[in-house]
Each structure stands twice: as C-alpha cells, then as structure tokens.
Nanobody
Framework: VQLQASGGGLVQAGGSLRLSCAASGIIFSDFAMGWYRQAPGKQRELVAV???????NYADSVKGRFTISRDNAKNTVFLQMNSVNPGDTAVYYCNANWRRVRNFWGQGTQVTVSS
C-alpha cells in the first residue's frame, strides 16, 4: 500500500494551496480518506475526512476554508486550502481507513504559511 502526498510548499497568508494524495494497493473506493496535520511540538490532528459515500467532516479550525474531495477513478484525494494562515503550518499526512480495521498513512508533505 502506498499513499503518495504532494502539493505542499511555502505560501503567503491569505493564499491557497492544493494537496493531492495518490493511493495504490488498496480498493480506493472502499476507504475513507483523510488529511491530518502535525505542527512542531503538537500532536497529530484531524483536518478533514471524506467517507466512501462522500460524506465530509472538518476540524473547526478549517471549516469554510478547506475542502476535501476525492476522485475514485484516479485513486486520489485532494485538500483545497484557501485563506491559509500561519496556524496552518504543519506537516500534512494522508490517511486511508477501512472500518477502522485497515489503516494506512502516507509520508507527510510540508506546508509553511508565511505572515
């Protein structure tokens, strides 16, 4: 199983960034997909999740600014990040979960927001 995240980088406050995570080795359409983040000195936290039925859930801190979506034909999940602020600076991780029985993590991608 491989989850390949991309799209991170340096962005100014107020700007936008789009993360992608391409999955292989799983039946993508069966899995809930999520984005988590971990800032220095902090625990990893949920940012957004999308179920295999396209139900979405967001952390309060990103509601209205971030949008998670998926393309089952391309085995890819996206995170559109708008109106970013320095508090969004973190390593962002892609996650694939099936009924809490199978759980996989991708390598992180760094997002840095400058003020």
């Amino acid at each position: 199983v491989q989850l390949q995240a991309s799209g991170g980088g340096l962005v100014q406050a107020g700007g936008s960034l789009r993360l992608s995570c391409a999955a292989s080795g799983i039946i993508f359409s069966d899995f809930a997909m999520g984005w988590y983040r971990q800032a220095p000195g902090k625990q990893r936290e949920l940012v957004a999740v999308i179920t295999n039925g396209d139900i979405t859930n967001y952390a309060d801190s990103v509601k209205g600014r971030f949008t998670i979506s998926r393309d089952n034909a391309k085995n890819t999940v996206f995170l559109q990040m708008n109106s970013v602020n320095p508090g969004d600076t973190a390593v962002y991780y892609c996650n694939a979960n099936w009924r809490r029985v199978r759980n996989f993590w991708g390598q992180g991608t760094q997002v840095t927001v400058s003020s």
